[in-house]
């Protein structure tokens, strides 16, 4: 099979999107399909023999006008494009969804051409250009890993003023989504928890959405056990995103004895955002320690392994890398009990707990009696990376994904010899 990938942001350092973009070519590739990427910057790493197709953009989101044009290129902002992606971000809308599906439709009669794509396989871009794409003759299928409302909605949690509300609002892509994922050949979702999701905020019935579960790399994410413990609990992820839900993990910290520490680790914390405040506000000083600089994925999985808990109290995740990789790396895992994570970490408690999110007094509960007792610690993060070896691996993923192809190309098929 020809399959094509979007990703729109392709660097696995973006996120989950950018890791599963890149592991998701990387079987197709092995189990002997031509899979092209496009991509927008910054560009994914991929496997030898990948190729990679690059669909550029001005990325003007968050600089100032002076910042945006380039005195070398004082004509460059110019294009349509790129003027509309300078004038509407000037009012906080987001355009690099928008204009990366656009600018890859105003091409796409170009490379169908010359590559004969069987598929166009959409890492939740979800852009009107795909809807052109679609018309072109070849199926769309968007995988959504879960609603931007969800963001939209926690960000209104922590403020719910009128102006936040306009500036979120204008800063996600939400109508445009909506319309374009009802309209597309497939959608897909990576949980059980998304496809309800989608269902409330797409009106997308959950029996028109199949789930395919993420992998992650075991082979990568593996338990490294000469390293030094360095921190009773560790968190990974963006603090700043307020569905991570960082204050009732700080506020149960609070709660247990002073010996008992924590350890961050995100590349882009600011110097006065939430976990500075959060640790003043609690006076965990000295207990919460932060690893704030870009790793490598090596770094990262030896991180894993000075702590001896991880934790993901997230009010929602569409599937939760975090969780998954930390239970590859042999930790066991207190999470919320809120969107796909009973799914990842289990329901029946031997690889990991799940408390009533938005409830610090049983996460700290959860947390004293998991590090209390060392060797069950130690039997629940063997349980929980047995548990990723047998459900969450790539090369499976990968094959479901192609079964969902087949079945649309055989659905679009049949309905041009119906025509």
């Known amino acids: 099979m020809r399959i094509a990938l979007l990703t729109y942001r392709g660097n696995m350092f973006c996120g989950g999107q950018g890791i599963y973009a890149a592991y998701l070519a990387r079987e197709w590739k092995r189990a002997g399909h031509d899979v092209h990427v496009f ?12 190729p990679l197709h690059e669909i550029p953009n001005d990325n ?3 600089q100032t ?13 110019l294009k349509p494009m790129s003027l509309w992606e300078l004038g ?11 204009t990366f599906g656009i600018r890859l439709m105003r091409r796409w009669a170009e490379f169908q051409r010359r590559y004969r794509f069987d598929v166009v396989f959409d890492n939740q871009c979800l852009s009107w ?3 052109g794409i679609q018309a072109m003759g070849v199926p769309v299928v968007s995988v959504i890993h879960h609603p931007l409302h969800i963001d939209r909605e926690a960000d209104f949690a922590i403020d719910a003023s009128l102006r936040k509300r306009v500036s ?5 892509p939400l109508l445009m989504q909506e319309t374009v994922a009802s309209r597309l050949a497939k959608i897909v979702t990576v949980s059980q928890a998304s496809r309800e999701a989608i269902e409330t905020y797409f009106k997308i019935p959950q029996k028109d959405v199949s789930v395919v579960y993420n992998g992650t790399d075991t082979d990568i994410f593996r ?4 390293t030094p413990k360095e921190a009773d609990m560790l968190f990974v992820g963006r603090t700043e995103d307020r569905k991570k839900g960082i204050g009732t993990m700080f506020e149960a910290l609070s709660m247990l004895p002073d010996h008992v520490t924590l350890k961050i680790v995100d590349g882009r914390i600011p110097k006065h955002g939430l976990v500075p405040r959060l640790t003043k506000q609690f006076g965990l000083e000295g207990r919460v320690k932060v690893i704030d600089r870009m790793l490598t994925v090596e770094e990262l999985v030896e991180q894993y392994s000075t702590a001896r808990v991880a934790l993901v109290p997230s009010f929602f995740e569409g599937f939760g890398f975090p969780a998954s990789e930390a239970m590859a790396c042999g930790l066991s895992v207190i999470a919320n009990a809120a969107g796909a994570l009973p799914e990842v970490v289990g329901t029946d408690g031997h690889s990991g707990r799940l408390v009533p999110q938005r409830n610090p007094r049983a996460m700290a509960d959860a947390m004293w009696e998991i590090l209390r007792d060392p060797e069950e610690t130690e039997r629940m993060g063997r349980a929980a990376r047995e548990r990723v070896e047998r459900i969450f691996q790539w090369d499976q993923a990968a094959a479901q994904l192609v079964e969902v192809f087949e079945e649309v190309i055989h659905a679009a098929d049949r309905r041009s010899r119906a025509a």
């Open 129 to 131: 250009g795909l809807l």
């Open 39 to 50: 991509a927008g910057p910054p560009l994914p790493e991929l496997e030898e023999g990948i």
């Open 223 to 226: 338990p490294i056990p000469e």
């Open 60 to 62: 003007v989101f968050g």
């Open 168 to 172: 979120r609002t204008l800063y996600f």
């Open 88 to 98: 509407v971000s000037r009012f906080g809308v987001f355009p690099e969804m928008q």
């Open 65 to 77: 006008t002076r910042e945006a044009l380039d005195p070398a290129e004082p004509f460059s902002m």
